[in-house]
């Protein structure tokens, strides 16, 4: 069963239209987390959430914002999407209990395209 | 500031053959991570390592970890091209309850007939 599920999985929007993603999870974990991947990369953290408290990563670009309203749920929102934001999206989970030897949990994926 | 390296980048492989790929981080770090990534999919979790000289094995997979040398190894055994994929370490940035990850680059692999 989906873990961290990830809503659109292909989501096509047009230039400057803004766009929303989602995740669910049903771990309950603390913590979730937004990346991005571009093709051939790494994932690159884009902003995360401890429960309420949100922690955007310095280079993150402002056209980007996220909200968590409850502990399931996450959304990412693009502003004004322009052409270098065509990328796979990657949500993840991991509980905050530090003693914990879980790995980060992540979703399917919305690979996102920019018309 | 954590920094994770990955060697090599890419390796082409036979079927059958051994290799190891190499993950160097550069500060103390009490967790790291082995994730694969297919083409076009997501992450999958392998491995979690927690403590100097783990070692953990999965079929043909196996990671340990050196928090001295802060040094992990991911080893392959005798190759199969199922094991095609992008390899990626990620290392635990150590701030608490607040877990956040520092990648490699990732490792591209082909394990060729």
């Known amino acids: 069963d989906a873990m961290v599920i990830q809503n659109p999985r292909y989501q096509v929007t047009q230039f400057g239209k803004p766009v929303t993603l989602s995740c669910s999870q049903t771990?309950?974990?603390?913590?979730m987390y937004w990346y991005q991947q571009k093709s051939s990369q790494a994932p690159k953290l884009l902003f995360h959430y401890y429960d309420k408290d949100f922690n955007n990563e310095a280079d993150t670009p402002d056209n980007f914002q996220s909200r968590r309203p409850n502990t399931s749920f996450c959304f990412l929102d693009i502003r004004s999407p322009g052409l270098g934001d065509a990328a796979m999206y990657l949500c993840?989970?991991?509980?905050?209990?530090?003693?914990?030897?879980?790995?980060?949990?992540f979703g399917d994926g919305t690979r996102l395209s920019i018309l | 500031e954590l920094k994770v390296e990955q060697n090599p980048l890419f390796l082409s492989m036979q079927e059958g053959k051994n290799y190891t790929i190499y993950c160097n981080y550069s500060t103390t770090s009490d967790r790291l991570y082995w994730y694969r990534q297919d083409p076009g999919k997501s992450l999958e979790s392998l491995f979690v390592l927690l403590s100097n000289g783990a070692v953990k094995q999965e079929g043909r997979l196996m990671a340990s970890l050196d928090t001295k040398a802060r040094l992990s190894t991911l080893h392959i055994t005798a190759a199969v091209h199922d094991l095609s994929a992008t390899y990626f370490c990620?290392?635990?940035?150590?701030?608490?309850?607040?877990?956040?990850?520092?990648w490699g680059l990732g490792t591209s692999l082909a394990v060729n007939p």
């Open positions: 771990l309950n974990h603390n913590v």
């Open positions: 993840a989970t991991m509980t905050g209990m530090g003693a914990s030897n879980q790995p980060q949990h």
């Open positions: 990620a290392v635990d940035q150590n701030a608490g309850n607040n877990r956040k990850l520092i």
